[in-house]
Nanobody, 116 residues
């Protein structure tokens, strides 16, 4: 059973930093993509960043480019999202998602709140 467990959310002041972690387990396939999504109250879920395990390529949505960095630790089966220069508009529930062999899996989410 594929499991994704997020951690690292919290309350931070604008300009601060947080690092989210997504610990993945329950699969052995090497070709997968891990993505971070977020959903603010009253808004649609949006993709924030993703990383391919096969070639390490990354993607960032425009609003976080230069501030967020996605990375992976294969030994720990964990993907990180380093979030710097946080803004109040980054406030949302952040979800980790894995695309494996055409199937999409989700974690339970972690809340990030940025105060102004």
């Amino acid at each position: 059973e594929v499991q994704l467990v997020e951690s690292g959310g919290g309350l931070v002041q604008a300009g601060g930093s947080l690092r989210l972690s997504c610990a993945a387990s329950g699969f052995t396939d090497d070709a997968y993509v891990i993505a971070w999504f977020r959903q603010a109250p009253g808004k649609e879920r949006e993709g924030v960043s993703c990383i391919s395990n096969s070639d390490g390529s990354t993607y960032y949505t425009d609003s976080v480019k230069g501030r967020f960095t996605i990375s992976k630790d294969n030994a720990k089966n964990t993907v990180y999202l380093q979030m710097n220069s946080l803004k109040p508009e980054d406030t949302a529930a952040y979800y980790c998602s894995a695309l494996i062999l055409g199937n999409n899996y989700w974690g339970q989410g972690t809340q990030v709140t940025v105060s102004s």
